[in-house]
T-cell receptor
Framework: DAGVIQSPRHEVTEMGQEVTLRCKPI?????LFWYRQTMMRGLELLIY????????DSGMPEDRFSAKMPNASFSTLKIQPSEPRDSAVYFC??????????FGQGTRLTVV | AQKVTQAQTEISVVEKEDVTLDCVYE???????LFWYKQPPSGELVFLIR??????QNEISGRYSWNFQKSTSSFNFTITASQVVDSAVYFC????????????FGTGTRLQVFP
C-alpha cells in the first residue's frame, strides 16, 4: 500500500478563498483523522471518522471548517472562507483500530 | 482529562551521546495506550512505538529504548549513541481505551544532534 496520500502538498491561497484538502486513507482502515499542526498549538485533532461517519468534530475551530468522507477511500477538509490564521500543516491519518495511526505527508497551507 | 507533557522543548547533543526524551501523561483510565512518533525535517510523522498500559516491560529496538513507569506516569525515550540522522521533533501521545484511536499529542521535543 502507498500509505496515506494527501493532496496538495502545498497550497497558497488568498484570504477569503475556499480551500479543499484531500486525503486517501490506507485501504482497509476504518478510522480517518484530520490534524492541524502549528507552532503555537502543536498537533491538534480536528475531526475523526469511523466507517465514514464523523464521530468527534469537537476540535473543528469554526463553522468555516467542514469535513466529509463520502466513501471509505476519500475524505476532504474544506475551509471557507480561509483566513491567514488558518495557515498550518494539515495532516490526515488512518488506522484499522487498535493499531497505530499512519500519517500522510501533510498539506502545508499558507493563506495570505 | 487526558494530557501529555513533554517538558523539554529542545535538546542539543553531540553525536554518540546518549539522550533521553521525557514524557509524562495524565489519564483517569486504567487502560490506555502510549506512543512515540518522530517528525524529521521533511515533515512527515513516523510511528516509533505503541505500548499498552498493562505492559510495563521496557522495550529496546536497536539504539532506541523506552522506559514505561506507571508509578510516575512516565514513558521516556532514550536514544543511545545518537546520530545526526536522529535530529527531529519527537512526539509522545496517549489514547484511552474508550477511544483507542483518538491520539492526544504532547508538544514535542526538538532534538538536534551535532556532528
Amino acid at each position: 500500500d502507498a500509505g496515506v496520500i494527501q493532496s496538495p502538498r502545498h497550497e497558497v491561497t488568498e484570504m477569503g478563498q475556499e480551500v479543499t484538502l484531500r486525503c486517501k486513507p490506507i485501504s482497509g482502515h476504518d478510522y480517518l483523522f484530520w490534524y492541524r499542526q502549528t507552532m503555537m498549538r502543536g498537533l491538534e485533532l480536528l475531526i475523526y471518522f469511523n466507517n465514514n461517519v464523523p464521530i468527534d468534530d469537537s476540535g473543528m475551530p469554526e463553522d468555516r471548517f467542514s469535513a466529509k468522507m463520502p466513501n471509505a477511500s476519500f475524505s476532504t477538509l474544506k475551509i471557507q472562507p480561509s483566513e491567514p490564521r488558518d495557515s498550518a500543516v494539515y495532516f490526515c491519518a488512518s488506522t484499522g483500530g487498535y493499531t497505530e495511526a499512519f500519517f500522510g505527508q501533510g498539506t502545508r497551507l499558507t493563506v495570505v | 482529562a487526558q494530557k501529555v507533557t513533554q517538558a523539554q522543548t529542545e535538546i542539543s547533543v553531540v553525536e554518540k551521546e546518549d539522550v533521553t526524551l521525557d514524557c509524562v501523561y495524565e489519564t483517569r483510565d486504567t487502560t490506555y495506550y502510549l506512543f512515540w512518533y518522530k517528525q524529521p525535517p521533511s515533515g512527515e510523522l513516523v510511528f516509533l512505538i505503541r505500548r499498552n498500559s498493562f505492559d510495563e516491560q521496557n522495550e529496546i529496538s536497536g539504539r532506541y529504548s523506552w522506559n514505561f513507569q506507571k508509578s510516575t506516569s512516565s514513558f521516556n525515550f532514550t536514544i543511545t549513541a545518537s546520530q545526526v540522522v536522529d535530529s527531529a521533533v519527537y512526539f509522545c501521545a496517549l489514547s484511552e481505551a474508550k477511544n483507542t484511536d483518538k491520539l492526544i499529542f504532547g508538544t514535542g521535543t526538538r532534538l538536534q544532534v551535532f556532528p
